[in-house]
Antibody
């Protein structure tokens, strides 16, 4: 069973860049059957999709965050990473990485999730 | 962008009750709709995919239905371990973008 693990700083200063990495436990990372996603959840609020990357490096971002988000992949390490620039307190959230199933070109269901990591934006 | 309207935002029911949650899409999404359960402090867990398919290992008291713009999620007999927040999620059939509903918090009366 695949496992995903988020890692990165738990505290980021306003206006700086939030950086997180997700490590995938198995060889499914280089499979053409899956996409790799970042999702976040502000404290006490709902889920928000941030963006998606394919093992080839193709990326897709939420329109509301697109100007500040970069997602990249390192297949040799079975990792994908999130960078969110110019953060404010509104970016404080639990950040999850998750795997979704590819059907044709669509990213369909998120069937495996990391445990999530809380990132607080504060000076 | 497709918007997902989920209702109610919260509900309280007794053990053994039938619980139904609805999710409405702002445009036709055929059956591109999934349901998740999230318990406090935990990551969401996939329960239903493609509107009505039960994820392996998920109890049969959970079910989903609908197509087009209107979808339902049902717990036929609420159990204490079902206390959680439930989210619908739609996916685009062409590009890998996702949208979540606002969530429904289910509590025991």
């Amino acid at each position: 069973q695949v496992q995903l693990q988020e890692s990165g700083p738990g505290l980021v200063k306003p206006s700086e860049t939030l950086s997180l990495t997700c490590t995938v436990s198995d060889g499914s990372f280089s499979s053409n059957s899956y996409y790799w996603n970042w999702i976040r959840q502000p404290p006490g609020k709902g889920l928000e999709w941030i963006g998606t990357i394919y093992y080839s490096g193709s990326t897709y971002y939420s329109p509301s965050l697109k100007s500040r988000v970069t997602i990249s992949v390192d297949t040799s390490k079975k990792q994908f990473s999130l960078k969110l620039s110019s953060v404010t307190a509104a970016d404080t959230a639990v950040y999850y990485c998750a795997r979704s199933v590819v059907v044709v070109l669509a990213s369909t269901r998120l069937n495996h999730w990391g445990q999530g990591t809380l990132v607080t934006v504060s000076s | 962008d497709i918007q997902m309207t989920q209702s109610p935002s919260s509900l309280s029911a007794s053990v053994g009750d039938r619980v139904t949650i609805t999710c409405q899409a702002s445009q036709d999404i055929t059956n591109n709709l999934n349901w998740y359960q999230q318990k406090p402090g935990k990551a969401p867990k996939l329960l239903i995919y493609d509107a009505s398919n039960l994820q392996p290992g998920v109890p049969s008291r959970f079910s989903g239905g609908g197509s087009g713009t209107d979808f339902t999620f049902t717990i036929t007999s609420l159990q204490p371990e079902d206390i959680a927040t439930y989210y619908c999620q739609q996916y685009d059939s062409v590009l890998p973008s996702l949208t979540f509903g606002g969530g429904t918090k289910v509590e025991i009366k």
